[in-house]
């Protein structure tokens, strides 16, 4: 795996220069927290790098909440997006799975990922409720992104993922290969940090296929319970990295709109005549967590809940789904 650095000053400059030529995006800090922002040359100085994680999941870039797939559109500039961490690496994995199929692949979709450069940021550090190494998932990529960022004592550490990652690096007049293993040593050290953080913040937290089994046997009460708070918002759904629903709406002259649909809303699966085998909330709040820990891991490699925790965060009930799976983990198995 190679490493190249560069001093930041040096990066923010060249960033500034390409901001002719590409469209950056990047995660920067504000009152809330951090997110993803369209990058302006006095933005670049408050990018923020390491830390967990923006507010937004990376699907967003891929998968508009409302586009006409009808009209007629340009790419445009081809487009950086710094700063994503690798649970949304990861999801994008599953997402690339469903829509660059080779049967039905969504031309939409390709392009912009063709369009698209990645860096991913390792995180040092975690949020309260991130848990992607319960599933497997490392707080750093070595794949899926093609370029990897760790800001290091003010010099920028760029691991190579891709052949593309590498040709965006070298357009970075400073840029050399990093020849001292101290520094790489210390990335590893501050890596090994927040695996061990993530592994004390989740005891007693089950892994992905022990989940996927608990959910799938799990009773009616459990679903009541934990369902009573719940308020069909859909707030879980549309900021999960890897829930990707859609409905197609019919326009006048011949046009039709996917707009992002939601397994959590009332009528999510009402069909003509009125019948709805969702109707009843516990019915909705089980077919999320079926879908992701049951059914989609029986269609496709990559994992469908990659731990980033936002569901929890943006939930208005206040429901934490890994206490629901502690507690399922401690019933008896008949």
């Known amino acids: 795996m190679q490493y190249k650095c560069i001093p930041k000053e040096e990066w923010d400059k060249t960033l500034e220069q390409l901001l002719l030529s590409f469209t950056i995006f990047a995660v920067v800090k504000n009152e809330f927290g951090q997110d993803y922002e369209l990058i302006r040359p006095e933005d670049i100085p408050g990018i923020s790098y390491n830390k967990p994680k923006p507010a937004t999941s990376l699907k967003n870039f891929f998968l508009p909440v409302r586009e006409n797939v009808t009209s007629e559109r340009s ?10 961490p690798n649970c949304d690496i990861e999801g994008l994995s599953l997402l690339d799975e469903i829509y660059l199929d080779n049967e039905y692949d969504d031309i939409f979709y390709s392009k912009r990922r063709e369009n698209t450069i990645l860096i991913s940021s390792d995180c040092f550090g975690i949020q309260e409720h991130c848990h992607c190494m319960s599933y497997g998932i490392l707080p750093y990529s070595v794949r899926g992104a093609d370029l990897a960022v760790i800001n290091l004592d003010e010099t920028i550490i760029l691991r190579i993922n891709t052949p593309q990652g590498e040709d965006f690096a070298n357009i970075f007049p400073a840029i050399r290969l990093v020849e001292d293993k101290s520094i790489i040593d210390k ?19 089950p892994d992905y296929k022990t989940t996927g089994e608990l959910v799938t046997r799990a009773e009616v009460d459990i679903w009541e319970k934990y369902s009573r708070q719940c308020v069909s918002c859909g707030a879980c759904t549309t900021i999960c990295p890897t829930c990707t629903c859609f409905l197609l709406i019919d326009k006048p002259g011949f046009e039709k709109v996917k707009q992002m649909d939601a397994c959590q809303y009332p009528g999510f699966e009402r ?60 019933q008896p198995v008949c």
């Open 187 to 205: 990335i590893e050290q501050k890596q090994r940090a927040t695996e061990k953080l993530l592994e004390t913040s989740n005891l007693n937290l």
């Open 75 to 84: 790419d445009g500039k081809k487009r950086v997006i710094i700063g994503v």
């Open 271 to 330: 069909v003509a005549g009125g019948e709805d085998v969702l109707f009843e909330l516990h019915n909705r709040f089980r077919n999320r967590y079926m879908c992701k820990y049951s059914w989609k891991p029986g269609k496709f490699r990559s994992t469908a809940c990659t731990g980033c925790g936002r569901c929890i965060e943006a939930c208005i009930g206040k429901i934490n789904k890994n206490e629901l799976f502690r507690e399922l983990s401690k």
